[in-house]
DNA sequence: TATGAATGAGTCTTCATTCAT
DNA sequence: AATGAATGAAGACTCATTCAT
């Protein structure tokens, strides 16, 4: 039962295709809304073919995520590892990141919402986005140690600062609450979260 | 096509019984994978009954979102009240909001996924969530100020506070993060919500 | 997935023709060449209906195989039954027992030859055959004691005869071969299982 | 859309290998069970190469019943032909063909099973069985004959004989029916074989 | 009102066959 | 001659919705 594992280039090519093409329309109408056909056809191949690269449709998904996994912490890691973080300008670097942050998840919004209640379809799916978060909590921990700006309980402040941010991303990118002026959303967001790293150095 | 408005105490007693039952198993098991056989049963009608009070399927769900929301709304607003909200043990109180939000929560995780995903079949469910959450900021706020805890931008500070305070419920109902110290973070939460109001206050 | 089991006296008519026709559609052009749509539309039923009565297309044939044996044991069963059975004129009543046997197995050639390929798709199928023919020889072995023909090594030597006969049955039917003359045939048959029977009560 | 006759030795080779393992794979798993593709890593090949030999799958099929049954006459035709046939000990001498006929058609089970069904795919298959066994029956029948075992109605006599012997083979090959001696049935076989010569020798 | 049997459009998946290399 | 990736028609099965009773 094992799906053939293509090492010619234009197979690599094209199984990327499908997942690309795959899990963008899946992210964009929803998994069950989204026929192998619709795939096929986006990606520009015929059905059978991507029977012959994944198990089932559901695979096609799986695959989505890991590749939409790796590109945001890849992206994250990225942007913080070329921020100059130190404490003075804090403000600053922060809104720096913040910016990246909504450029890089404008795609993801959608995403976000399916794989969430893909749990249903397999409990695979939330376990990769489930590991990834903390494994992305870790990751950027360890930078902002290297970075001396260590904290006390960094993993759990790193682990809502992450929060705050998605959350402020996912405003941006969709809700356009009336009545909520986002750029003072924005200052507040980096306030707080500034405040939380500081109030942290303060203490030491 | 408008569908009966059921009169009768015992039709009315039967379509309730229809939106709960329905919609706790859409939450369990995924909308797509909850037929209208599967709802009829636990709900003990026949699957005919269920298109006399509704167009479609959707429509069960549609109405179990509106009173789903309602009852998170409503269930806030009491936690509020009953709090005795002044600025001297602030913490104290922002914990208890805690708990009992986490005590609410917990009964709806499935459906807080299920949800989110759920705004691809129709606009009308993410629009119901959205409204939502922007009338909980804005009563949320109304309250905060009858008790004269009034902050400067009020609205973005409670939008930014709830994101935190559903994040952190999430992470109780049923992330489970192995590293991460749930206590702490809570602690760190409180720690951050307090921080954010008091600042404001002081600022004055 | 217990599927239903039909009480109403319409339904219970719908789900028997069902296996009717579907059982001769089988036979008749191979299960793999009859589609659940053609057995759908020669029952005059939806398809849909098919999978309220059935777990899958495979149950039909199952089904059809078990009314099938069933039928063709009480016919045979009631042949000899109907026969006086004696010494006597042995040879008027095995030719007769063997034109009802013609008689009564025209449509189950194909039958025949299709259930014994059946055998890959499930091992049921075989062991239903298989139990049926042990059954038919135990049977037949019965009733020729209660009509005192008594035969040594009689299970096996009715397992032969009816074998003699089935194969004689299929050239009648089916095959036709030239150069071969079915009256002569017949004929041969008639005295080879006569002298198998008589031999035997001579013996004693 | 003739295709290839190849005449290369490495090509016949090749032919007579997917021919081979592919009706071996046909017989093992059903017809509709074996994909081409199976066919085509069993023998060693690419898919490709298979239409260029056949036209279609159906045609391995045929070839593969074309030897098989010649394979069959052979071995019979050489079996008949190695005993002394006389009328001396006739008993002795169906035992010895009974047996080289249950070894030689211990490999084929699956085969006969499967042929027999076959006939629903193409015509051809069923007349290629037919014609065979007439064809047997005649060779056998000179057989005899040049031995000076002449008998009244030959050819039917040799038909049924032949059938009572192959239902033989299939309970030993495979049946094995409970409550069923196959020492005791073989015996009886015997006997009434023998009968069904001497008897007709007698005659004259 | 209420039932649940019946419908059939629509989906995933397979596989014989073709074709670019 | 040979490969095996690619095609797409066809089939089993599901399920929201309807309708006879």
Redesign the pocket.
């Known amino acids: 039962m094992k799906k053939?594992t293509?090492?010619?280039k234009?197979?690599i090519e094209?199984k990327n295709k499908i997942i690309d093409k795959g899990f963008n329309l899946i992210c964009k109408q929803g998994y069950?809304?989204?026929?192998?056909?619709?795939i096929?056809k986006e990606a520009?191949?015929?059905?059978?073919?991507?029977?012959?690269?994944f198990?089932?449709?559901?695979d096609i998904l799986i695959e989505g995520v890991k590749n939409y996994i790796n590109n945001i912490q890849n992206q994250t890691i990225t942007i913080l590892n070329n921020e100059n973080l130190n404490k003075k300008n804090i403000n600053k670097t922060i809104e720096n990141i913040i910016d990246k942050f909504i450029e890089t998840h404008t795609i993801s919004k959608e995403a976000h919402e399916e794989l969430s209640a893909m749990s249903h379809i397999d409990k695979n799916i939330s376990k990769i986005y489930k590991d990834s978060e903390l494994e992305m909590t870790e990751k950027i921990t360890q930078i902002l140690k290297s970075n001396n700006i260590e904290i006390e309980n960094n993993k759990e402040k790193v682990h809502i600062i992450i929060g705050i941010i998605e959350n402020l991303c996912h405003e941006f990118i969709y809700h356009k609450h009336k009545n909520i002026d986002y750029k003072i959303m924005k200052k507040e967001v980096i306030k707080t979260i500034s405040s939380m790293i500081k109030e942290v150095n303060d203490e030491r």
């Open positions: 053939r293509p090492t010619q234009r197979s094209k069950y809304n989204t026929t192998t056909n619709d096929a520009g191949v015929s059905v059978g073919i991507i029977y012959q690269y198990n089932d449709k559901k």
